[in-house]
């Protein structure tokens, strides 16, 4: 709750005093880590569930559970440090740019709407749910990339994250929507229960995983990700290394008991995570611009934490959530530590800095730390989040093992690269003063880096607890600690430092081979695709616009026809034997099939019919006739009020053609043979699309239960004889009196400017 109400708390001090936004967004995410850090350590398994869409078999569902604990504790702590971080950079960051300190609210209402959006979907255990918050965290992070709009990249990337995150995002949608066609649920834990393998279960899981995929920037989605670098270091510092990233092994640790009933869709998680490794890995190795370098390096690093998951087991599990620890705190430091350098040198490139240990010492050995965990080196955190991997591997062969042991030395690489080359080597840029904003946080981060490494059982323990959680089953306690022998993991660990160092030594032996795999997939890669189906969707939408703005034809045409195939293709692969059946007519009917009769012929006149004035008459003989048919059915209230809208309707369509010159009406009434068949086709493709939903719909209502009973029950206390009236007067009547009002004011402002001539 505290998560959800940052936001507005931290917008609201914005509007009295602008610089009040940070210190009251910030005490809101402090507030927040505090209770889910007591919550996570009172946790019991308890829940709460309230009815949200009954007839749907929608809930609020939610319980803080090991994995809830693990991302909500991720999403405030690292929040935490970042925005008082923020509070250092920001003003700089607009200083730099003229712009003005108010500018500053918008940015931490939406970073703390992130925060709150990703605690709930932590939390969230039905799916209906899930996607809720899943579209908020999309909705944020698109304000946050694009936070400095005035510049085009920003715009780009910030649409580029959203279309990637937000259309895949659809995927998550329908494959729930399968599970609950199929089970009747979309709670979680029930769906975990009852889900079976088959094609069914490789189906929507294989949806659910590609949305994750993309939100984890894993391959072939790994492309927004860089460019999202664009978004202010901040920015970085914390979707890209700790939240949004994180949401989308959060989504595959949440359904991890139903995904991985199927050996199908655990194969799919480790191969992504196998090709996003190597992928990411030789692509920081690479980069030039810091943040770029890192970027590619979250790409790789949560490849291992969805190649764990595809490895399965308990030290999968356990070794996926522990690797989310690690590399949260890590690469957040390293994300800190480059916009503290740029800041102190103007620099962002790696080609233009080095020599900063002696100017910036603090930082250096902070980042340093932060670095030594990236790299998974002794007495960091980061240590043992390669041993969970190398155990993992284990357990499915050498081969695996192979594999484990030259990612994690391009690991070591490309982290080497990144610090050494801002800190050590000839000085190449002269640092200015540095806030103690933008250094503190840094040490804070790269201090619990060490810790963790010193002490990491409370780590473990919340690793545990989540992978309890992904497992569906009680976990044991998940032990950590240094052994000094020769068991596996620490030579695999050896081979990985050494393997790392020759890749160090021998760069320009190798570095030509990949700047070329580089530039291929820059020319042929999925971001290439990725801007030619845009254009292509351009130019599609832009011939689309030009035909439905011609005429009034167009527009209709372009509603009708479209919603009519679709209802039409829906209806094909839908079963409907059994569904459309003839009533009973009798003699009691004649005259509401007499009504329908005038209405059906009145509406074929209309396609018939050229000179407007004719058509106008048509036109409302169709109306009237719907009327008669309201009368018949006993809503005489309902055929008075369609007998009123239809008169004034006819009488403003004539008035407003007495206006027009009878020679535009002339040429308006000539049309084509095409146009004429057109129109017939449209028509008919229309008329289909009413028949099949209207008939379907009373040949077979739905049989649960729903609002309108509730309704039908309170319609005597309304002091009404039937829903409709109650609703036309107490509910239509508000919402056409409200209507009126905004017209009225409307008018009143027009006839304002009129009387001062401000309107040509």
């Known amino acids: 709750m505290l998560g959800l109400l940052a936001a507005p708390a931290a917008a609201a001090a914005g509007a009295w005093r602008p610089r009040a936004a940070a210190p009251a967004g910030t005490l809101f995410a402090a507030l927040a880590f505090a209770a889910a850090l007591a919550a996570s350590l009172a946790a019991r398994g308890e829940g709460v569930v309230l009815p949200w869409a009954p007839s749907l078999g929608a809930s609020f569902a939610v319980k803080m559970d090991g994995l809830a604990a693990l991302y909500s504790l991720l999403a405030t702590g690292i929040g935490l440090v970042v925005l008082v971080y923020s509070a250092g950079y920001l003003p700089l960051h607009l200083e730099h740019q003229g712009r003005p300190a108010s500018e500053g609210v918008g940015f931490y209402f939406f970073v703390l709407l992130f925060m709150g959006s990703m605690v709930g979907l932590a939390m969230a255990q039905d799916l209906i749910l899930i996607f809720l918050f899943w579209d908020l965290t999309a909705i944020a992070s698109y304000y946050l990339i694009g936070y400095d709009r005035h510049r085009e990249e920003s715009r780009a990337s910030a649409m580029m994250s959203l279309l990637v995150t937000g259309i895949t995002a659809v995927l998550l949608l329908v494959g729930a929507l ?95 995570g196998l090709l996003s490794m190597g992928l990411g890995g030789v692509l920081a190795l690479t980069r030039d611009t810091l943040k770029q370098l890192l970027a590619y390096s979250t790409v790789a690093q949560y490849g291992y934490v969805v190649f764990m998951y595809g490895l399965g087991g308990r030290y999968g599990a356990a070794g996926a959530a522990f690797y989310v620890i690690a590399h949260a705190l890590a690469k957040s430091a390293l994300f800190l530590s480059a916009g503290a350098v740029t800041e102190a040198t103007g620099e962002d490139r790696l080609s233009r800095l080095g020599g900063l240990w002696s100017k910036m010492p603090l930082l250096a050995a902070s980042s340093g730390l932060a670095a030594a965990g990236l790299a998974a080196l002794p007495l960091t955190i980061g240590f043992f989040k390669d041993e969970f991997f190398f155990a993992a591997a284990l357990e499915r062969g050498a081969l695996f093992g192979g594999l484990a042991v030259l990612s994690a030395s391009v690991t070591l690489a490309y982290t080497w690269r990144f610090w050494s080359g801002i800190f050590l080597g000839r000085p190449a840029a002269e640092p200015g003063r540095v806030a103690g904003k933008l250094v503190w946080p840094v040490v804070l981060l790269g201090a619990l880096v060490l810790f963790g490494g010193l002490l990491p059982g409370p780590f473990a323990a919340l690793a545990g607890a989540a992978a309890a959680s992904s497992l569906g089953e009680p976990a044991g306690a998940v032990q950590v600690a240094y052994h000094l022998d020769a068991r596996p993991e620490n030579l695999l660990a050896l081979a ?45 939408s832009d011939r689309g616009h030009e035909l439905e703005v011609r005429d009034l034809r167009g527009r209709i045409a372009g509603i009708l026809l479209p919603a009519g195939v679709l209802v039409g293709l829906g209806l094909l692969a839908t079963p409907t034997v059994g569904v459309f059946r003839f009533g009973e007519v009798g003699a009691d009917d004649l005259p509401l099939l007499i009504a329908l009769a005038a209405a059906a012929g009145a509406a074929l006149a209309t396609c018939l019919t050229v000179r407007h004035l004719t058509l106008a008459l048509v036109i409302s003989s169709a109306g009237f006739s719907v009327a008669l048919v309201y009368g018949f059915l006993g809503a005489p209230d309902v055929a008075l009020v369609a007998v009123l809208v239809e008169t004034i309707l006819t009488l403003l369509l004539l008035a407003t053609m007495r206006l027009i010159p009878p020679g535009v009406l002339r040429r308006g009434a000539r049309i084509s043979a095409r146009q004429a068949r057109l129109k017939a086709a449209v028509a008919v493709v229309a008329g289909m699309f009413a028949l099949a939903v209207s008939w379907s719909t009373f040949s077979q209502p739905a049989i649960q239960r729903g609002a309108y009973e509730r309704l039908i029950a309170l319609t005597p206390e309304a002091h009404g004889k039937d829903v409709v009236t109650v609703t036309l007067a107490d509910f239509r009547g508000l919402d056409t009196l409200g209507e009126i009002t905004v017209v009225a004011l409307a008018l009143l402002g027009v006839a304002t400017l009129l009387a001062r001539g401000r309107l040509p």
Do not use: C, D
Not at 185 to 200: C, D, H, I, K, M
Not at 246 to 263: C, D, K, N, T, W
């Open 178 to 272: 399968l599970l609950y066609a199929s089970h009747g649920t979309f709670s979680v834990p029930e769906l975990a229960g009852r889900v079976e393998p088959g094609a069914l279960l490789a189906s929507a899981g294989l949806l659910v995983l590609l949305a994750a995929f993309a939100k984890s920037a894993q391959a072939p989605f790994h492309f927004w990700l860089p460019r999202a670098m664009a978004a202010p270091t901040p920015v970085s510092a914390y979707l890209h290394s700790a939240a949004m990233v994180a949401a989308g092994v959060l989504l595959v640790g949440r359904l991890y008991p139903i995904l991985a009933q199927s050996e199908a869709l655990l194969a799919v998680m480790s191969a992504v």
């Open 496 to 540: 990985a430092y050494a393997l790392g160092a020759a890749i160090v030594v021998s760069r320009p032996a190798w570095e030509p081979a990949a700047r070329l795999f580089a530039r291929a997939g820059e020319a042929a890669g999925p971001e290439r695709a990725y801007r030619v189906g845009l254009r292509l969707l351009n130019l599609l």
